[in-house]
């Protein structure tokens, strides 16, 4: 199946689970575990309507692209891995940021969710992000301070 999407992907095309179903005379649910299975195992994330037009919710796109981001690769390298935009990739790196940045100041979910725009639900996804991979307080400021972004060790209060 990842090679018939990786196939349809170079000849400018892309399967959908019901076409891989019927190819493969399959489940939905066995084409969803063996896609799934796949993505994981070998930490990818394969063409599909699902990822390459961001329809619908595989394994993250925000966590494999975070994830490589992270380990120091470029927006490039994670667009050909993982088969996005590379505009897509640079606007999941920021809200990835903005969220890092109000964390750091403590901010319920509910008012990052205001500030940023974006529903709890996927603000607690990136959460969920940061204390996979930058839990400590300190790994946050210094990622923060690669990307280019000082972050006071005090905040100034309105009088």
């Not at 994830?67 to 993982?82: A, C, F, M, N, Y």
Request: aromatic fraction near 6%; glycine fraction near 6%.
């Amino acid at each position: 199946m990842a090679r018939a999407l990786s196939e349809a992907y170079l000849q400018d095309g892309l399967l959908s689970f019901t076409e891989l179903q019927w190819i493969f005379l399959a489940s939905h649910a066995s084409v969803s575990r063996a896609i799934d299975h796949y993505q994981r195992t070998h930490h990818v994330i394969l063409p599909c309507p699902g990822t390459v037009l961001d329809m619908g919710r595989m394994l993250t796109h925000k966590d494999l692209i975070i994830k490589l981001h992270l380990q120091g690769h470029t927006v490039l390298e994670i667009s050909d891995r993982t088969h996005h935009n590379p505009r897509s990739i640079d606007a999941y790196l920021k809200t990835f940021d903005a969220v890092l940045i109000l964390k750091t100041y403590h901010l319920p979910t509910p008012l990052i969710a205001t500030v940023l725009g974006h529903g709890q639900e996927l603000i607690h996804e990136y959460l969920d992000i940061i204390d996979a991979y930058l839990k400590p307080t300190h790994a946050i400021r210094e990622h923060l301070q690669q990307r280019g972004v000082t972050i006071p060790t005090q905040t100034p209060h309105a009088g």
